[in-house]
Every structure is written in structure tokens, then in C-alpha cells.
């Protein structure tokens, strides 16, 4: 049993469902924090399915005994707070305890300084998760000079920084083989386990594809990637997602804002998947949602598109020409619940419109309590995105097997 409970369920679609999980997704992205597994959210019929089921002991035990100080108490009230957002609180917060008091993790330092463990020029755009987590990691304690103390090991390389110098994708493969494969021959640490204590972070789809030209890679180490397509090889039980976000955010974060949240649905993009095509055809002239079968066009006004965010009570979340999407972190950020179980399309305005107002409240106040789990931030904040992806491989390195 993990930290929180953890449900079965096809791609990057539903991260939580409306009343057992909370945030639901309709793309990979945010599988890799079923951590957060928001139970007091659930309809079936509204959201995907999506998550991955983790075998994790908890490091500590579930039934600790606080006894009667007055720390105890706040932390006992903590439990019945954060109740509504995890389904074990007291077990995340001692893993969580742990992992920073002991997790360690190993940086290669072979390569090109100006290929490998590189921060992009700026952290910006849609790929940006990768170069925060390659910042992050680098500043912070988890990092070790001493290999024998290490809980895992890191590959740094960096696929969107050699995107960004011009390399093409048939070097870029090139470049990741003879590095990882000499990185194999030359350390013991990689034969130990056969590459199962090792990960990698990448962001853009190149890079996904860059490392599919090393099979041992994929099939033995962690990835942690911001496309964790199933056609590719995501594995979710030892695979990380790596949240997509685009940075940074035109507007604040969404409030406790339930009163300006007037318009049932939201969706605005382009039709390039077919429950796309479908979500416009049906409901693009619909009075109570508002759909769009194109992006909102600048020349309307400034911030149009994420202004909306702010006046809706529900995201549409289709899935598009990729799995990976930074619409999620979106509607996440700007407290717009993320929604879309793609065979209940034709009855979406039905089943959103039978969600009670109570229930959106609930749904609406937990989400506001997760948002800072999808947050970048440099340096790095407690529980924000990267200590949630730390989080997600101090869980994993407890089932290695050497």
C-alpha cells in the first residue's frame, strides 16, 4: 500500500476521478502523481480512467502514534484536512519526510558541459518542465558526490537543450547511444541492476524518440518524460510523467473563486485528433458550453484564452495530435476542473450539468489545495512539481531489485 490509493487506468487520461480521485485527465501527463489521488472527487461517466498502480510499502507506518502533544494535534487536524486530497495524508507526509531527510542521487559528469546537465537559455514555453528539473536537481541537497550513497542514478542528457543547438534528431539518437553506452561500460553502477536504478528526464517528443535507439534504456531505467505515449514504451508502474506546463503563466493562480465561475465548459483549440472533431462538431454552437473548433485568435484581445479559465467551471481535456498536453497544468493553475472521459462526449453537457453545486465546491476547493504540486519554481518550494517528481522516484527506487 502506497501513500495514497492508486487505480488502474488507460493513458494520461485521469490523473483523479470526480468524488474517489480528484483531477481528471485525459492525458498521461499527470499519471505519475497518483500520490495525490484526490478521493473526493468522482464521476465515472465524466472522467477518463487513467492512473498506474503502484506496489510501494510506505517506508514508515501508517498507524503512528502522535500521542497527545500539541504537535500531535495540528498533525492530527492535518490529516483531517488534507483527508479530502489524500487518501492517506499522515503515510505522503512521512514518505515525503524521509525521502528528504535520505534520498540521494548520483550525476554523471561525463559528456559535453554544453550538451548534458545543461538548464535551456530560458525557462520558458511548453518544454520548460525539463530544464526546471535539470536546474532543480542541481541545486538541491538530493545530489550526491559519492556513488556508494546513492539511491538512484541520473543520466543527464538533456534532448531539448541539444534540440535547441540545432542537432537533428538522427545525431541526437546517435549522440544519446554512444553516451549512455559508454557510461555502461565504463561504471559498474549500471550492470548492478541492469540500468533499473538509473533515470532520465526529457520533455519534448524528440527525445522520447531519441532513446528509443537504446532498448535497455527504455526498458530497464526510469524514465521520467513529458510524452509518455503507451505507443513508446511508458511503463507505468516504473515510468515517471513529467508534468507539462507552460511557462511561465500569462495570469495568477485561480482563487477560491467559485462566485466568477459562471460558464458550465470550456474548450478552445485545434481539431486535430478525432474526439476533437467530434467535442466541436456537437456542441461548438451550444449556448451553455463554451466550445471553440479553433484557438482564440490574439487580434480579440489581450489574454483572451486564459481569461476564460477564470470564468469556467470545467476544462474540456481532449486529447490531441500527442498525449502530452500543457492544457491540464493549465486548467489545474487556473482552477478550472479538467475534465473529459471521451466515449461520454455526446452526453457531456447531461453529466455536467448533474454534477450539484455542492459537489463543484468540493471538487473546486480540493483542486485549489493541489495546485502548488504543479507549480515550477526556481529555486525550488516545497511539494511544488519538482519535489513531486522526487517524490515519485523515492517511491520507485524502493522496489528495485538488485
Known amino acids: 500500500m502506497s501513500a495514497v490509493k492508486l487505480h488502474q487506468q488507460p493513458p494520461f487520461a485521469a490523473f483523479c476521478t470526480l468524488r474517489r480521485s480528484v483531477l481528471t485527465v485525459a492525458i498521461v501527463t499527470l499519471v505519475s502523481f497518483t500520490y495525490l489521488s484526490l478521493k473526493s472527487l468522482h464521476s465515472p461517466s465524466l472522467l477518463s480512467s487513467t492512473t498506474t498502480t503502484s506496489t510501494v510499502q510506505p517506508s514508515l507506518p501508517e498507524d503512528v502514534d502522535y500521542g497527545d502533544t500539541a504537535e500531535g494535534e495540528r498533525k492530527e487536524s492535518d490529516d483531517a484536512e488534507e483527508g479530502d486530497v489524500y487518501h492517506l495524508p499522515k503515510v505522503f507526509r512521512l514518505n515525503y519526510e524521509e525521502m528528504l531527510k535520505r ?3 548520483y550525476v554523471y559528469s561525463d559528456g559535453d558541459p554544453k550538451t548534458y546537465y545543461q538548464t535551456p537559455r530560458k525557462l520558458t514555453g511548453k518544454y520548460a518542465s525539463e530544464g526546471y528539473f535539470f536546474q532543480n536537481l542541481r541545486d538541491s541537497k538530493f545530489v550526491t558526490d559519492d556513488p556508494d550513497q546513492a539511491d538512484l542514478f541520473f543520466i543527464p542528457i538533456s534532448c531539448h ?22 557510461l555502461m561500460s565504463k561504471y559498474p553502477y549500471w550492470n548492478r541492476t541492469l540500468g533499473a536504478d538509473h533515470f532520465f528526464v526529457t520533455c519534448h517528443d524528440v527525445g522520447v524518440r531519441a532513446t528509443e535507439g537504446l532498448p535497455n534504456l527504455i526498458k530497464n531505467s526510469i524514465r521520467v518524460v513529458c510524452s509518455p505515449s503507451y505507443d513508446v514504451g511508458f511503463i507505468p508502474h516504473k515510468d515517471v510523467a513529467l508534468p507539462q506546463v507552460l511557462q511561465p503563466f500569462a495570469l495568477p493562480a485561480g482563487e477560491n473563486d467559485i462566485e466568477n465561475r459562471t460558464t458550465l465548459a ?3 483549440g485545434h481539431r486535430n485528433s478525432k474526439i476533437r472533431v467530434i467535442l466541436a462538431q456537437v456542441w461548438e454552437n451550444d449556448t451553455e458550453l463554451d466550445i471553440s473548433n479553433n484557438r482564440i485568435n490574439r487580434a480579440t484581445g489581450h489574454l483572451v484564452y486564459q481569461k476564460r479559465f477564470y470564468r469556467t467551471k470545467f476544462c474540456i481535456c481532449p486529447g490531441g495530435s500527442q498525449v502530452n498536453s500543457a492544457r491540464i497544468a493549465d486548467s489545474i493553475h487556473y482552477g478550472c476542473i479538467p475534465v473529459l472521459k471521451e466515449k461520454d462526449v455526446y452526453q457531456l453537457k447531461q453529466i455536467l450539468k448533474n454534477i450539484t453545486q455542492e459537489e463543484f465546491v468540493r471538487l473546486h476547493n480540493n483542486l485549489h489545495k493541489v495546485q502548488k504540486h504543479f507549480h515550477w519554481n526556481s529555486p525550488a518550494v516545497s511539494h511544488d512539481a519538482f519535489h513531486m517528481i ?6 520507485r ?4 531489485k538488485y
Open 103 to 105: 534520498f540521494k542521487v
Open 161 to 182: 537543450k541539444m534540440r535547441g543547438k540545432g542537432i537533428s534528431y538522427e545525431n541526437m539518437t546517435i549522440i544519446v547511444r554512444d553516451y549512455v553506452e559508454g
Open 266 to 268: 470550456f474548450w478552445a
Open 390 to 395: 522526487m517524490y515519485e522516484l523515492w517511491l
Open 397 to 400: 527506487h524502493h522496489v528495485i
